[in-house]
């Protein structure tokens, strides 16, 4: 069960601890329930400029395109 949102103190909080049995990005985006457009921005972050043949404008041209999806989703 959802406990809702953690109050951060600044430091390192529960939200960042790597949950047990996750091995990728993929286990982590399913652990996390993430919406396709959520689960894009959070790959395209994790590999920013690291993806063969594009640069760190490709991954954040996608970033800002799935986040811009997303808010108009939730409007």
């Known amino acids: 069960m959802d406990a809702g949102p953690v109050k951060s103190d600044g430091g390192s909080s529960s ?3 790597i949950p047990k049995g996750c091995t990728d990005l993929l286990d982590l985006i399913e652990h996390k329930k993430m919406e396709f457009g959520i689960g894009n921005i959070f790959k ?26 997303e808010l108009a989703r939730l409007a």
Not at 56 to 63: A, G, M, T, V
């Open 15 to 17: 939200y960042y601890k």
């Open 44 to 69: 395209a972050c994790y590999r920013l400029g690291e993806k063969d043949g594009t640069d760190h404008s490709y991954d954040l041209k996608k970033i800002i395109f799935f986040a811009e999806r």
